[in-house]
């Protein structure tokens, strides 16, 4: 079981300073939560992670169904023992993946869906390669062409043996492109599962419920609300929140304000360096995104200059860390500019480890001063 | 400048103990040599390197001329401060780059070259993609398609520029089919090069001349005896020693017996787990080899039981570390044969670092003990 309490609240927003306790120890939020999908942060061994200050992990449970499998994790004792993470650690539910591999796969995802602006999905269809009824969601494994069926109760079973701290609740994460019609039916979907989750659930783990509802306030705040109104012990805010950063903020706060206040909301997969002070003043708690450990294996820093890519030939000769004001083991070593784009250059591994290693600590330590801006008064 | 002092020789074989002292520090020989071919050992940072027990790292000449250039690591003062390793280093002359690149690429090299014996290489012949001449080697970059030229005054040039503590004279790295006419022939241009590279280097660096011959006993000793007359700080052993191990051990011992005993040799290439006892009883003080690197990318660890194979479905369920008996941080973890399974499975960069380390520790502590043996006159 987990406990949260709040240790300060923002008088300038909405923002909240805490203390999420678990039985794998202490998260102070607000906390950026690291991505290792596949039970492990792509790169990095566990240890590493920990140096970081990466204080929770979400891994991913359609992944880890498919492989290796949850009765493999639950011979090693669960996925902490399995990975040897001793933090916190989460699990989300493969409700995302109802999207991804959905119609996101049908209309791509990220920018390339943002130019089909244009189409719309309404009540009714569905996407080409998976099929979703109010039972559940039928994929075929990406492993071996195997029919998958995911349900709430198959994904909280699925949850258990994994042995995460959190695991969330079975939703259908919607496509951008779908209407106020395809929400409102798939919200019923997501709200009957969260039920169903619920009374499937027999763990001591924390279950959080999420809440859908797409771009549309009234369907948004319908779902806080009704999914605030279940016993969870936390909230996943899930799908998108419009075209524009400001739309974000205001979706996230209408929403947020209809949950209870006193339970910890995590927003997920949404983080960007330039959404972060946004999101935490609507008074997110926790959220993952793989922007840090994505960019760093396409050879980007995360810098208090802003984002370098070292694979561009003005690093060739630079002496200078990543950042100067970083205290990672990258930038303390120093491992220079120069030798990371090297190492790029030649096609070497390690550089995107380096990477990985800087990106989370720049991450975990911006978070950390916000923290310190909550404290001070100053956010 | 190095040093040399030999603090016990074997009564059953030609094994040596040593200390090969560096401007970086002590090199406890017989040892095994990293290799970090474009100044990296491939997924590795150089502080990981050290925890591996690895004492000394050889680097490559030709790779680093080609990226980042000997210029980029001169203006980071040297490939030590470059890639961040206070330990012994070495860099390979580009003398193997003319095989690999030149016959090697013709008539591929380990097993592929194997099916090729009735193929014969004879005086005269040029392999396809570079020129050899009196005067050096005209390569085409594989970066860019430039033209390269490499000879005994421009290895030692950008080797001077890359600040090693031991650099090798530019030699003629023959194809195991080439034979005794091509070998004779190729051997007086190495020897005139050898000459030229000790009068062309102008730094404190230490200078290992290197021994080729091809599989050709007489060959092998005229070269011994003329490299070894040199004013070189030690000996490469370059080339191929024949089809079997047997064979092998033969011709290094004819050839190590005509060289002056009280310097250094180090064996270019060699040094599977299987030849490791062999090599260092003809009297090999080092020897670098790709082996524990290569393989652990592609999901091999070496154990006290053998090779295994990682990727392979029995280790699905395994709580096993790589090998009980080994003391390396993977192995104590222990990150378990299931989880380094499931990385590799799901095609994660972690487990080519976890399966690094771990080989390279394991192929450092089997040359420790090597040494242990031969301290108490058991080798």
New interface residues.
Partial sequence: MISFSIIKKSKKSKARLGILSTPHGDVETPAFVGVAT???V????S?EVRTVGTQLLIANTY?LHI??GED?IK??KGIHT???WDRPMMTDSGGFQVFSLGFGKDHGTGKILKQKRDLQITDGQQPQHIKITDDGVTFKSYVDGRTLFLGPQESIHIQQKIGADIIFAFDECTSPLADHIYNAKALQRTHRWARTCINTKTSAQALYGIVQGGKFKDLRQESARYIGSLPFDGFGIGGEFGDSKQTMSAMLRWTLQELPETKPRHLLGIGHIADIERIIKTGVDTFDCITPTHYARHGYAFTSQGKIDLKKSEH??S?RPLDPHCSCFVCT?P??R??I???L??Y???P???LTIHNLHFFNAYVARVREKIKKGLL
């Fill in positions: 596949q039970a492990t792509k790169t990095l061994t240890d992944h492989r290796p493999v011979k090693q399995f990975m040897h060739r000769n002496t070593t491992y220079t120069s030798y784009h090297h190492l250059k030649a070497e591994i390690t995107l480890k380096l």
